[in-house]
């Protein structure tokens, strides 16, 4: 049996969801959210976001991580922001000597639910399905388990295809 920590970065809130896989079998650990102030400078906030992820980690002691790529939207700012707090989202675990696994979106959304362009809900309404445990106390919180669940299914043609 593995552990996987599936992670949905953002500099406001970072959702995370670690998960059981053993052989085709799902199993729900535990989700959250580190949420960060926006008083804060940009520096203390991923400061707050690198040690929420380290505490994550270490408390439930994933065998592999997940992230969910940066889309690009047109506030330019934003964007950038979000990929200050994706980097911290793939160092965290990268430093504690995880394989970190990269997935875009639509291939989440199409992974959990069979729709490229699912909605937030329609993810959640399968992230129950899929993990009759799992209690969502966030939407972000509700995307990285199909971060995760997305990772548990693909991880194995990701390692054949090196």
């Not at 000597?97 to 989440?108: C, D, K, M, Q, T």
């Not at 990772?151 to 054949?160: C, M, Q």
């Amino acid at each position: 049996m593995i552990r996987i920590i599936g992670i949905d970065p953002g500099l406001r809130r970072t959702g995370w969801g670690v998960i059981a896989v053993d052989g085709s079998r799902l199993s729900f650990i535990a989700c959250g959210t580190i949420t960060s102030d926006g008083n804060d400078s940009l520096a203390e906030r991923l400061a707050m976001l690198h040690d929420g992820l380290v505490e994550v980690i270490e408390a439930h002691r994933p065998h592999e991580a997940a992230v969910e790529d940066t889309f690009v939207n047109k506030d330019a700012v934003a964007t950038l922001k979000l990929g200050q707090a994706r980097g911290i989202a793939l160092l965290v675990p990268a430093k504690a000597g995880l394989s970190v696994a990269e997935y875009a979106p639509n291939l989440i959304k199409k992974s959990v639910v069979g729709v490229g362009h699912a909605d937030k809900a329609q993810v959640q309404a399968m992230i129950k399905v899929l993990l009759p445990k799992a209690e969502l106390p966030s939407a972000d919180a509700a995307d990285a388990l199909a971060v995760a669940v997305t990772h548990a299914h693909h991880r194995t043609a990701r390692k054949l295809a090196g």
